[in-house]
């Protein structure tokens, strides 16, 4: 599947920035002014740059579905060599 990413969507750099921007917003915001758990902060904001990137950049879901599952591999990659060269 071939898709091109359009860098300004709504026509205003502004509107676009703030936008993409969403997702850090509504990770901080759970956490510092909700008080969320991380894992349900970070999960808010997953579903935030998601409903971004399939709604309002035109990201097609299943693509949008493979990059989220490709973001949390990479980052549970450098956890587990931690975890594993804690245990030896």
Request: hydrophobic content about 65%; overall charge positive.
């Amino acid at each position: 599947m071939l898709w091109q990413q359009v860098y300004n969507p709504l026509g205003s750099m502004v509107l676009s920035t703030l936008l993409a921007a969403l997702p850090v917003v509504v990770m901080l915001v759970g956490l510092g002014f909700l008080h969320l758990k991380a894992h349900v902060a970070a999960a808010a904001g997953l579903l935030a740059a998601l409903v971004v990137a399939v709604f309002v950049y035109g990201m097609p879901f299943a693509m949008a579905g493979n990059a989220a599952l490709l973001g949390g591999l990479s980052g549970l990659l450098p956890i587990g060599w931690i975890v594993l060269n804690i245990i030896y």
